[in-house]
């Protein structure tokens, strides 16, 4: 099979690399979409010292494809199955992993980190973590689910978005695109808020109500003009930036609520004042459960979702270097793999 190996210093390859072979409770699943996300570009970035430790590792965590071998004892997968893979495997025996919480597993292990992950023809899966696909939810769609989507849509419930919220989202990359999706199916008057001005017109294709390149024009002004001047009633920072953070926490009126969960800064932003005497309510989130991801692909098919509306690049495996080269410049909607 084919699968991308890191260089270091913004550099990748495609190699050549013998087919996996499921062993006891794993099957082979043939991708058939798998995206490129935020955090494959973090590492993409590292120099060329820490790919050399890396190996030949392959990057990619948002699997979605087709079953092709079934491993002995699979019982509930069967070939041809549609599938989108949730990303972390665990223990299978901790409390988090009973939850479905494999991601805070004292053991867990991350696609595209300690194992090979879907930028490659085949991954290798657990049989508990292929998570069906109707024929309706399409395999981009799938691969959003596993990361992008799923991490959206898990913060999206941790808010209770409804039809009387006004929603502001600042960082409007593939997660927050993804909110804006999210968003607007569960009733939420949605703000969309960033610096490029590409993301900021793609959120307005994407439905939401108002999106403001906030270095041209004065996002706060908007958020309140929208919201009867009192400021959102919910927020979601996909922006990872210092500035994202603080304004997501000052546009809220009184009793607001939001979610961060985009990395990158860890400057302190936080006024303990405003937190204090507007009585907010602030949350972290990181990806989402097992459980989630079932549910949203019901969700998904039931309001007849289509997260591929974000994607504005596909390509073939072996144009790995120049997917990288374009989802790094930070310009773009989702990018990602596809297979005929």
């Known amino acids: 099979m084919r699968g991308v190996v890191f260089l270091g210093d913004r550099e990748c390859c495609v190699k050549d690399f013998p087919d996996p072979i499921p062993g006891p409770g794993e099957v082979l699943v043939r991708m ?25 590792r392959i990057p990619g965590h948002e699997p979605s494809g087709v079953v092709e071998q079934v491993g002995e004892g699979v019982n509930n997968v069967k070939v041809g199955d549609r599938v989108s893979v949730y990303h972390y495997l665990g223990c299978g025996h901790c409390k988090y992993c009973a939850s479905g919480n494999m991601m805070w597993c004292r053991q867990a292990r991350g696609y595209g980190g300690p194992i090979d992950g879907s930028h490659a023809d085949f991954v290798i899966a657990d049989e508990r973590n292929c998570v069906l696909l109707p024929d309706k939810v399409s395999f981009i769609d799938g691969a959003f689910i596993a990361c992008a989507g799923g991490t959206a849509y898990s913060a999206m419930r941790k808010l209770g978005v409804s039809s009387h ?15 804006v999706i999210v968003a607007r199916a569960m009733g939420g008057k949605v703000i969309g808020v960033d610096i490029v001005d590409e993301r900021v017109n793609l959120a307005k294709r994407l439905s939401a109500d108002a999106a403001v390149n906030s270095q041209k024009e004065d996002a706060m002004s908007t958020i309140r003009s929208l919201s009867d001047g009192e ?20 546009c809220l009126r009184r009793g607001g609520k939001v979610v ?13 004042g405003e937190l204090i005497g507007k009585q907010l309510t602030l949350m972290g989130s990181f990806v989402l459960s097992l459980g989630l991801a079932w549910d949203l692909v019901n969700f998904t098919a039931r309001h007849n979702l289509r997260f591929e509306d974000a994607v504005t690049h596909r390509f073939s495996i072996e144009d790995a270097p120049e997917a990288y080269r374009l989802a790094d410049e930070g310009r773009t909607g989702k990018v990602v793999f596809v297979w005929d």
């Open 32 to 56: 058939q979409a798998t995206g490129i996300c935020g955090s494959d570009l973090h590492v993409y970035r590292t120099d060329k010292e820490a790919a050399k430790r890396r190996g030949d």
């Open 165 to 179: 919220d006004t929603v502001a989202i600042f960082g409007l990359g593939p997660v927050g695109l993804s909110g």
């Open 231 to 250: 400021g959102a009633d919910l927020a979601f920072e996909a922006s990872g930036s210092a500035d994202g953070r603080s304004n997501a926490v000052t």
């Open 260 to 272: 961060f969960c985009g990395a990158g800064s860890n400057e302190k932003v936080i006024n303990p």
